[in-house]
């Protein structure tokens, strides 16, 4: 009984951990910290989109973007004030931040996450390896 | 106690069901296959895991984060129209990034504003001995220096400092070390392996016997 139950309880879980949606681009990321809260779609950033037109250092160095996905807590206010998407998204290198539905374009609900991370693609949740000190 | 258990495993059954049946019929319009016994269980689908990109570089209207509701996601460029006449990859964005920096046919900006910045190149290989039957893994400066800036690795990431890091497959795949970034440059999957694992072993290189088998009374 309590085997079946497990059983259960674990294929609910695996097919939590499925994708949602096996066919976005490589690498768009979903940011979705405070959008939804404030009746906003969340913001699909299209990493291939811009790494044609810029070179990582430019936006994780220069401006400062860390490498996790709604770990930079981005707002409009900021936005607004040149920081993030706003450095260029500024009507001067980019077009200007008026244009909210090109950024807040994606499917209401959807938690902040990276497409197509191998993370996102496991079948079980980590895998980690036995803690043998290396000889 | 014992009926909850009941309730909640019937209704994760039925969610796998209800979940893998959707993503049955989103793959393909399949036939219905019924058994000839009526009675088997249906879970015994030929994939119960397997994940397939369906479509690859699908545009944004059809990528499945995308609302095609909102205007501007019709104005977003599909990822195709982009990368036609770069090389190609095998994974990720099916594009050969690097390559496509080599070959002259991007030429992304090093600098907010001035196209002409030069990026700060370095050509120096680390290769990592790596204690498994794979090939040894070679890091090189150069891809990396083309695209990012020594700051964005080194000190944080990896101390500058030959074998100073404890780099391990199981941190990779954590998102840890190498793999902060296997979300945005390649994804590691079979195909991938041997970008990293490059250097052949010597020929003479034998795995090493786990205790256990050397111990093992049954041999």
Redesign the interface.
């Known amino acids: 009984?309590?085997k079946?139950?497990m059983?259960?309880?674990l294929?609910?879980f695996?097919?939590l951990m499925?994708?949602?949606?096996?066919?976005?681009?490589?690498?768009?990321v979903?940011i979705n910290n405070y959008a939804d809260a404030a009746g906003m779609?969340p913001v699909?950033f299209?990493?291939?989109?811009h790494?044609?037109?810029?070179?990582?250092?430019?936006c994780?160095?220069?401006?400062g973007f860390k490498?996790k996905a709604g770990g930079n807590k981005i707002t409009m206010a900021k936005i607004i004030d040149g920081k993030f998407c706003g450095?260029?998204h500024n009507g001067e290198?980019s077009w200007s931040v008026e244009?909210?539905?090109?950024?807040?374009?994606?499917?209401?609900g959807?938690p902040t996450q990276?497409?197509?991370?191998?993370?996102q693609?496991?079948?079980a949740p980590?895998?980690?390896?036995l803690d043998k000190p290396?000889? | 106690m014992k009926t909850k258990y009941f309730f909640l495993s019937v209704l994760a059954m039925t969610t796998l069901l209800v979940v893998g049946f959707n993503a049955q019929a989103a793959q393909a319009p399949l036939k219905e296959v019924k058994s000839a016994k009526g009675k088997v269980s249906g879970a015994n689908i030929f994939n119960r895991l397997l994940k397939k990109d369906e479509q690859r570089n699908a545009a944004p209207a059809e990528d499945g984060i995308h609302d095609s509701a909102n205007d501007g996601t019709h104005v977003l460029q599909p990822p195709l129209i982009a990368y036609d006449g770069l090389p190609t990859s095998e994974f990720g964005n099916y594009v050969d990034w690097v390559k496509s920096l080599d070959d002259g046919l991007l030429k992304p900006r090093y600098d907010l504003i001035d196209p002409t910045v030069e990026p700060l190149v370095m050509d120096l290989d680390i290769v990592r001995e790596v204690k498994a039957s794979m090939p040894d893994v070679v890091f090189p400066h150069k891809p990396h220096t083309q695209w990012l800036h020594c700051s964005n690795c080194h000190p944080k990431i990896f101390i500058p400092q030959r074998k100073a890091n404890v780099i391990s497959m199981s941190a990779i795949l954590l998102g840890q070390k190498c793999g902060v970034c296997r979300k945005v440059s390649f994804p590691i999957t079979t195909k991938s392996c041997t970008k990293c694992h490059s250097k052949p072993k010597p020929a003479d290189w034998k795995p090493p016997k786990s205790e256990a088998s050397l111990t093992n009374p049954w041999r």
């Open positions: 009984m309590f079946s139950a059983v259960g309880l294929s609910m695996a097919v499925l994708p949602q949606a096996a066919q976005a681009e490589y690498a768009d979903v779609r699909v299209p990493h291939w989109y790494r044609i037109r810029f070179r990582c250092k430019v994780h160095a220069d401006l490498f450095a260029c290198i244009n909210c539905g090109m950024c807040h374009s994606g499917v209401p959807m990276i497409h197509g991370s191998t993370v693609r496991l079948v980590t895998y980690k390896s290396a000889k």
